[in-house]
């Protein structure tokens, strides 16, 4: 539909088509077939992509459709797409636009009325919701922190009451600082599960408490290369008399913006009418 609500009838259609994330055989069968049948395939990076087609004999033409280019280059894809072609859309590995390049291509084409279809398929967030053990009825995906320590535990910080399960990438040559300021910042004992290489032949899928999962991490090298997804358990309140407000809490970080923990924890207690020892433990733990 165009912007007023009228289908462009006379256009091609847009695929956007998941690709395997490590192994092979999880490609569908619907994603081969559209693979083969359209026009021209859109890719992020077509060196890459095109060893896949190869693999699966497949001969449609390739342009480059990435980070870079994406906004300048979506008027090509558009021409071809308005002039009756179709065109599927492909990123590196996993599904398109899930912090990869595609959402421009997909917003032009939505806005000139031109169809745009799904072929799901792999996806490593997913992937790892799927087998992490951790409540999956209700998460958010974070996509990738800022690559700088600031910006990273400044993100975190916003994050860290979350009740939601936390779905992160990381890059492998960061994984162990982005598990120090999530220790730091959500605390030693929150849950965590690292998915490393998912669908490869060195897949890691291991659940252990933050601060436990970076020394695993820490001792050993090999867990700090490949692919990495971080699905970590949300925040959980206090039940019962061990129980603290938002309210309080909220009190509390305030006064721990302005002096040394102790002396915000009793005062907190005061405002608050909370125990003095449950805001001072609630104090440590928002502090690492």
Excluded at 180 to 196: H, I, P, S, T, Y
Excluded at 255 to 283: D, S
Aim: charged fraction near 25%; proline fraction near 5%; aromatic fraction near 4%.
């Amino acid at each position: 539909m165009t912007a007023s609500g009228v289908a462009n009838s006379g256009a091609g259609t847009l695929y956007v088509v998941a690709t395997p994330i490590g192994n092979l055989e999880d490609i569908s069968a619907r994603a081969l077939r559209v693979l083969r049948e359209v026009a021209l395939i859109a890719a992020e990076d077509t060196r890459h992509s095109s060893r896949l087609l190869a693999h699966f004999g497949i001969q449609t033409p390739l342009a480059a459709c990435h980070e870079h280019n994406e906004r300048d280059e979506g008027g090509r894809f558009l021409g071809r797409l308005l002039a009756g072609d179709d065109v599927a859309l492909i990123s590196d590995a996993g599904t398109p636009l899930i912090s990869d390049p595609g959402y421009h291509l997909v917003r032009q084409a939505r806005a000139a009325g031109i169809r745009v279809v799904p072929v799901p398929g792999a996806c490593a967030l997913v992937a790892a919701l799927s087998a992490a053990g951790l409540p999956s009825d209700r998460f958010i995906f974070e996509g990738f922190l800022p690559a700088k320590a600031a910006g990273r535990r400044t993100r975190l910080e916003q994050l860290k009451d979350e009740p939601r399960t936390l779905i992160f990438y990381e890059a492998p040559h960061r994984i162990l600082e982005c598990l120090g300021d999530l220790q730091e910042v959500f605390g030693g004992e929150r849950a965590v599960v690292l998915g490393r290489e998912l669908t490869k032949t060195f897949e890691t899928l291991q659940g252990m408490p933050l601060s436990e999962l970076r020394a695993w991490v820490e001792a050993d090298a090999n867990q700090q290369r490949g692919e990495c997804v971080l699905v970590v358990g949300g925040w959980q309140a206090p039940e019962g008399e061990d129980a603290v407000s938002a309210e309080a809490l909220r009190v509390l970080d305030l006064l721990l913006a302005e002096m040394p923990l102790k002396r915000a924890a009793a005062l907190a207690a005061e405002i608050t009418g909370v125990r003095k020892n449950l805001l001072y433990q609630a104090a440590l733990a928002r502090q690492g």
